[in-house]
């Protein structure tokens, strides 16, 4: 069974710091693409960053370049994927959800939520002014 879980979510002032973390399990393959979305109250979800575990190609929405970083580890066929989140704004302020994806062809990452098959629970970050 496929499960993601995400942690690392919480309060911190504009331009700190945070460092999301995602476990991805129960892929049968290693051939995956993890992406990193946000919702903010009243908004659509959107989509923030993605990797693709094989390559470590990956791709970032533009009012996110720069400031946060995306990443992967494996251990023992499980992957983490993390989000390092940096200069935060107020306006980075929603739930974010992690959704991975496994395809029997090479992967082009993408933001496009309705391409993810998996989903995480979410989890809530908060910037204050």
């Known amino acids: 069974e496929v499960q993601l879980v995400e942690s690392g979510g919480g309060l911190v002032q504009a331009g700190g710091s945070l460092r999301l973390s995602c476990l991805a399990s129960?892929?049968?393959?290693?051939?995956?693409?993890i992406g990193w979305f946000r919702q903010a109250p009243g908004k659509e979800r959107e989509g923030v960053s993605a990797?693709?575990?094989?390559?470590?190609?990956?791709?970032?929405a533009d009012s996110v370049q720069a400031r946060f970083t995306i990443s992967i580890s494996n251990d023992n066929a499980k992957n983490t994927a993390y989000l390092q989140m940096n200069s935060l704004k107020p306006e980075d302020t929603a739930v974010y959800y992690c959704?991975?994806?496994?395809?029997?062809?090479?992967?082009?990452?993408?933001?496009?939520?309705?391409?993810?098959?998996?989903w995480g629970q979410g989890t809530q970050v908060t910037v204050s002014s």
């Open positions: 990797i693709n575990t094989l390559d470590g190609s990956t791709v970032y």
């Open positions: 129960g892929f049968t393959s290693d051939n995956i693409a």
């Open positions: 959704a991975a994806l496994t395809r029997p062809f090479r992967i082009r990452v993408g933001l496009r939520a309705n391409e993810y098959d998996y």
